[in-house]
T-cell receptor, first 116, second 117 residues
Framework: DTGVSQDPRHKITKRGQNVTFRCDPISEHNRLYWYRQTLGQGPEFLTYFQNEAQLEKSRLLSDRFSAERPKGSFSTLEIQRTEQGDSAMYLC??????????????FGPGTRLLVL | AQTVTQSQPEMSVQEAETVTLSCTYDTSENNYYLFWYKQPPSRQMILVIRQEAYKQQNATENRFSVNFQKAAKSFSLKISDSQLGDTAMYFCAFMKHVAGNNRKLIWGLGTSLAVNP
C-alpha cells in the first residue's frame, strides 16, 4: 500500500493555458474525491467518483473543469483556459465505501497550482 | 446545510503540555461521522482521529482523544504530551452518513497549532 499519489506536485502556468493533474488512489479503494483548498481555508469538495462513474459535481466546478476516472483506477482533473482564481491546492482522496460503514478518506500530497 | 466552525485560528503550546482544539458543527442529521485531520507545513493531510456519532464513547488514538458532545454539537480534540512534530494545521471535518451516496467531507477553516520547545 503506497498511499495516494498526485502528479505533479507543483504547476505554474500562464493564464489561458490548460493544465491536467493526475491522482493515483490506494489500489483497492473504489471511491475517489477531488477537493480544492485555497490559502487559509479548509478544503472544498469538487467532485467524486464511485469506480469509473462520476456521481456528483460541485457548483464550484465550472465548465472549464473536467474530471475522469476511465478505468476506475487513476483519475485526471483538467482545467481549461486557466484563470488566476484557479490558483489553489488541488487535493485528491480515496476511500473504500462499504455498505453502512464508516468511510475514511485518505489524501494525497496535493498539486499546488499557480496561475500567473 | 452542514457547517463546521473552528473558532481558534491559531494556538500554541509548550512541548510536553496538553492542548485542546475546539470544533462545533451544525446539522439536522442524526447519523454522521466526525474527523480530525492534520496538515503539517508543506505536507499532506493526515487522519488523526475519527468518531461515529452513534457511539457515546469518545475516540482515542494514543496521545490524541476527543470530547464528543452530541447534544451540544461539539467535537474537541485534546493532544496530550505535545511533541514538536504535532506542529500543523488541524482541520475538523463532518461527513453525513448517507448509504450509497456522496460522502463528501465538510471542513472547518482550521486551527494552526505551534508546539514550542
Amino acid at each position: 500500500d503506497t498511499g495516494v499519489s498526485q502528479d505533479p506536485r507543483h504547476k505554474i502556468t500562464k493564464r489561458g493555458q490548460n493544465v491536467t493533474f493526475r491522482c493515483d488512489p490506494i489500489s483497492e479503494h473504489n471511491r475517489l474525491y477531488w477537493y480544492r483548498q485555497t490559502l487559509g481555508q479548509g478544503p472544498e469538495f469538487l467532485t467524486y467518483f464511485q469506480n469509473e462513474a462520476q456521481l456528483e459535481k460541485s457548483r464550484l466546478l465550472s465548465d472549464r473543469f473536467s474530471a475522469e476516472r476511465p478505468k476506475g483506477s487513476f483519475s485526471t482533473l483538467e482545467i481549461q483556459r486557466t484563470e488566476q482564481g484557479d490558483s489553489a491546492m488541488y487535493l485528491c482522496a480515496s476511500s473504500l465505501a462499504e455498505a453502512g460503514g464508516l468511510e475514511t478518506q485518505y489524501f494525497g500530497p496535493g498539486t499546488r497550482l499557480l496561475v500567473l | 446545510a452542514q457547517t463546521v466552525t473552528q473558532s481558534q485560528p491559531e494556538m500554541s503550546v509548550q512541548e510536553a503540555e496538553t492542548v485542546t482544539l475546539s470544533c462545533t458543527y451544525d446539522t439536522s442529521e442524526n447519523n454522521y461521522y466526525l474527523f480530525w485531520y492534520k496538515q503539517p507545513p508543506s505536507r499532506q493531510m493526515i487522519l488523526v482521529i475519527r468518531q461515529e456519532a452513534y457511539k457515546q464513547q469518545n475516540a482515542t488514538e494514543n496521545r490524541f482523544s476527543v470530547n464528543f458532545q452530541k447534544a451540544a454539537k461539539s467535537f474537541s480534540l485534546k493532544i496530550s504530551d505535545s511533541q514538536l512534530g504535532d506542529t500543523a494545521m488541524y482541520f475538523c471535518a463532518f461527513m453525513k452518513h448517507v448509504a450509497g451516496n456522496n460522502r463528501k467531507l465538510i471542513w472547518g477553516l482550521g486551527t494552526s497549532l505551534a508546539v514550542n520547545p
